[in-house]
């Protein structure tokens, strides 16, 4: 198959993908970073067919960086003295996971990077406002934050 099939060019190449992440399946908008309509963005489908292939192995490291930051984003808003029903205590990543929905993923132009950048957007049952984004480079997540961080 061809990953490539069915992107189209608006300022960026635009598609909507199947993609399974954490045993779940969501239909995801996936951007790929390309400058140039008539040239293909070879180097960012290598980065989106090598993060596809190992996405059941880098899922739990996802999990990992985002419990890390919804405990300290429930500490920040004092969610962890006074109770509050959206902000519910998760004490492992397989619980947090479960709260996400991916919704899309990013592929930069990765000339600006010296390994595989991979940015991914996700809604989240804790915050419905701002959502989650996990900036991953290489094999390790770069950053996590509001949603905006993976645009």
Sequence with gaps: ?????????????LKKMNVKF???????????SGYDEEEKP?????ALE??????DSIHIKIGD??????????????????????YSEYTDS??????????GITIPDQEDYDERAVF???????DKENG???????????EVGIQGIAL
């Design 1 to 13: 198959m061809n990953i490539f099939e069915g992107f189209e060019y608006y300022g960026a190449w």
């Design 65 to 86: 960086a985002v419990l890390k930051y919804y405990q300290n984003r429930r500490t920040d808003l004092g969610y962890d003295v006074e109770a509050n029903p959206s």
């Design 50 to 55: 090598s993060f596809l292939s190992e996405i």
């Design 132 to 142: 989650v984004g996990v900036r991953l480079v290489g094999e390790d997540v770069d």
């Design 94 to 103: 397989e619980s947090v996971i479960k709260t996400l929905s991916l919704i």
């Design 22 to 32: 954490a045993d779940n399946d969501f239909e995801v908008d996936v951007q790929l």
């Design 120 to 126: 991914l957007v996700f809604d989240c049952e804790w």
């Design 42 to 46: 070879e180097k960012e489908i290598v």
